[in-house]
């Protein structure tokens, strides 16, 4: 009988050691892989968020202006230089950009917000903006409306729980409110007919236009066709001031953003700003935008622009974010080193079990004429087998929780919901699809089985017969 043969055997000639050895593995790898995919999912929320409704994934600005982010420190775009940058490979098209911070008022209520002169066709196909336009709002009397019709009670229970919630899809509305895709069918005309918010885009000839934040349009309390009024500074030390009707409300993803967000064509924001042809930056939309295809493209786009202008991805532009982000991954992947020392003293316990219990059944083996090498490597093998076991049923159950969680996120609400709101991220928590972090976490719990095995074997070959046969 081969090595592996006899080994396997051995394994459920006592199954409830195999099983507690394996479950102790199972437990590691499971819980490990939940735990590092909800912490990488909702880092990868984060930055998504941040860079795909604000800053992109490269910008080419001032020098000085992430130092200084001011209007004097904006830039006259030459038309040779932005069509070289438009010619590399990986860039599909150049979105300008003026940007500034100014005063928002509505009646009594004033707000310091982010002014962003875009233009409106190519920051639509950078963004998606118009797919951000809100749809649904569940104010106040469209909830009254919708609590007398025939909705499923888990939904007319979920209505209050989202009072003044803004949507710009029905998926995530429909994730919210507990719509099954068995009642969308007759649940959403119903939510149609009485949650629908009138809304539109603009194009670049809306002048004296703007499209607000939802959070900024709940604290200013203003709605579309309303008066906003911005009063700022403009380049040079200019006044700027003007008063704009409110053309559409959009729903950023996060909520830092989406409070002190104004919109506005950008040769309106321009004429505003007495900033004639200047850009405080140009976003470059992407044709692949995996890490390594970005350094690239910011490697070859920094061969050409010159000073003063500066070439910055989005890992510059986010820098605070990103040290926020290692630092919280570094006390996450403490709580899973602390996680992995237990299950370590687990599976160190069970193989003590292990040993111990078959002490005479090595000795009977070795008095018979087996070989110490023999036997190590039969024991290797079934300590291997436990962990691949152990392993891989791990893996197994932890991709339905993952996949799960990945496509109808875990959402806070109340007092948890704030706290994320005060950090500036959406409040909730998905899970990250299955990418190397599932390899690195077997490997970790391989090495754990490894230096068990390591241990038994030393055991084996220091097995004294005598004692072992009186055992």
């Given at each position: 009988?081969?090595?592996?043969?006899?080994?396997?055997?051995?394994?459920?000639?006592?199954?409830?050691?195999?099983?507690?050895?394996?479950?102790?593995?199972?437990?590691?790898?499971?819980?490990?892989?939940?735990?590092?995919?909800?912490?990488?999912?909702?880092?990868?929320?984060?930055?998504?968020?941040?860079?795909?409704?604000?800053?992109?994934?490269?910008?080419?600005?001032?020098?000085?202006?992430?130092?200084?982010?001011?209007?004097?420190?904006?830039?006259?775009?030459?038309?040779?230089?932005?069509?070289?940058?438009?010619?590399?490979?990986?860039?599909?098209?150049?979105?300008?950009?003026?940007?500034?911070?100014?005063?928002?008022?509505?009646?009594?209520?004033?707000?310091?917000?982010?002014?962003?002169?875009?233009?409106?066709?190519?920051?639509?196909?950078?963004?998606?903006?118009?797919?951000?336009?809100?749809?649904?709002?569940?104010?106040?009397?469209?909830?009254?409306?919708?609590?007398?019709?025939?909705?499923?009670?888990?939904?007319?229970?979920?209505?209050?729980?989202?009072?003044?919630?803004?949507?710009?899809?029905?998926?995530?509305?429909?994730?919210?409110?507990?719509?099954?895709?068995?009642?969308?069918?007759?649940?959403?005309?119903?939510?149609?007919?009485?949650?629908?918010?009138?809304?539109?885009?603009?194009?670049?000839?809306?002048?004296?236009?703007?499209?607000?934040?939802?959070?900024?349009?709940?604290?200013?309390?203003?709605?579309?066709?309303?008066?906003?009024?911005?009063?700022?500074?403009?380049?040079?030390?200019?006044?700027?001031?003007?008063?704009?009707?409110?053309?559409?409300?959009?729903?950023?993803?996060?909520?830092?953003?989406?409070?002190?967000?104004?919109?506005?064509?950008?040769?309106?924001?321009?004429?505003?700003?007495?900033?004639?042809?200047?850009?405080?930056?140009?976003?470059?939309?992407?044709?692949?935008?995996?890490?390594?295809?970005?350094?690239?493209?910011?490697?070859?786009?920094?061969?050409?622009?010159?000073?003063?202008?500066?070439?910055?991805?989005?890992?510059?532009?986010?820098?605070?974010?990103?040290?926020?982000?290692?630092?919280?991954?570094?006390?996450?992947?403490?709580?899973?080193?602390?996680?992995?020392?237990?299950?370590?003293?687990?599976?160190?316990?069970?193989?003590?079990?292990?040993?111990?219990?078959?002490?005479?059944?090595?000795?009977?083996?070795?008095?018979?004429?087996?070989?110490?090498?023999?036997?190590?490597?039969?024991?290797?093998?079934?300590?291997?087998?436990?962990?691949?076991?152990?392993?891989?049923?791990?893996?197994?159950?932890?991709?339905?929780?993952?996949?799960?969680?990945?496509?109808?996120?875990?959402?806070?609400?109340?007092?948890?919901?704030?706290?994320?709101?005060?950090?500036?991220?959406?409040?909730?928590?998905?899970?990250?699809?299955?990418?190397?972090?599932?390899?690195?976490?077997?490997?970790v719990v391989m090495i754990i089985i490894s230096i068990a095995i390591i241990f038994s074997v030393r055991k084996i070959f220091r097995i004294d017969l005598i004692s072992s046969l009186k055992a």
């Amino acid at each position: 009988m081969k090595d592996y043969q006899l080994a396997w055997k051995n394994l459920w000639r006592n199954k409830r050691r195999t099983l507690i050895t394996a479950a102790s593995v199972f437990f590691a790898v499971f819980f490990a892989l939940v735990m590092r995919s909800f912490q990488l999912g909702t880092y990868d929320s984060m930055y998504k968020n941040v860079i795909e409704s604000y800053t992109g994934y490269i910008q080419i600005q001032h020098q000085d202006y992430a130092e200084e982010p001011i209007l004097d420190n904006s830039f006259e775009a030459d038309p040779e230089m932005m069509k070289k940058v438009k010619s590399d490979p990986n860039v599909k098209d150049v979105v300008p950009r003026l940007e500034s911070y100014t005063l928002a008022a509505s009646g009594s209520r004033t707000q310091g917000v982010m002014m962003l002169g875009v233009d409106p066709e190519k920051e639509e196909n950078l963004s998606g903006m118009r797919d951000r336009l809100v749809k649904f709002k569940l104010t106040e009397d469209a909830i009254e409306a919708l609590k007398s019709t025939d909705l499923p009670d888990r939904t007319l229970r979920l209505l209050d729980l989202f009072r003044n919630e803004a949507y710009s899809s029905t998926g995530r509305m429909m994730l919210d409110l507990g719509i099954s895709t068995e009642d969308s069918t007759v649940v959403l005309p119903v939510l149609r007919r009485n949650a629908s918010f009138t809304n539109k885009y603009f194009s670049g000839s809306s002048d004296g236009e703007v499209l607000i934040g939802s959070g900024l349009s709940d604290f200013l309390k203003i709605n579309v066709g309303d008066t906003l009024i911005l009063m700022g500074q403009g380049y040079h030390g200019t006044s700027a001031a003007g008063n704009f009707i409110v053309a559409g409300i959009i729903k950023l993803p996060s909520p830092d953003i989406d409070k002190r967000i104004v919109y506005m064509p950008l040769e309106t924001a321009r004429e505003l700003y007495a900033a004639p042809g200047l850009a405080t930056s140009a976003v470059l939309s992407l044709k692949d935008f995996d890490d390594k295809s970005i350094d690239k493209t910011a490697v070859r786009l920094k061969t050409f622009v010159a000073d003063p202008l500066a070439v910055k991805t989005w890992r510059e532009l986010n820098a605070l974010l990103l040290n926020q982000m290692e630092a919280d991954n570094r006390s996450g992947m403490i709580m899973i080193g602390i996680l992995y020392l237990v299950i370590a003293f687990g599976v160190f316990g069970t193989v003590l079990m292990m040993m111990a219990e078959r002490r005479r059944e090595f000795g009977m083996l070795v008095s018979v004429g087996m070989q110490k090498s023999k036997l190590a490597k039969v024991v290797t093998i079934e300590m291997f087998l436990m962990g691949l076991l152990g392993v891989i049923s791990g893996i197994i159950a932890s991709l339905p929780l993952v996949y799960y969680g990945h496509f109808r996120p875990l959402r806070f609400t109340g007092e948890y919901a704030r706290m994320y709101e005060d950090y500036g991220m959406e409040p909730v928590m998905p899970t990250l699809l299955p990418d190397t972090y599932y390899l690195w976490q077997t490997v970790v719990v391989m090495i754990i089985i490894s230096i068990a095995i390591i241990f038994s074997v030393r055991k084996i070959f220091r097995i004294d017969l005598i004692s072992s046969l009186k055992a």
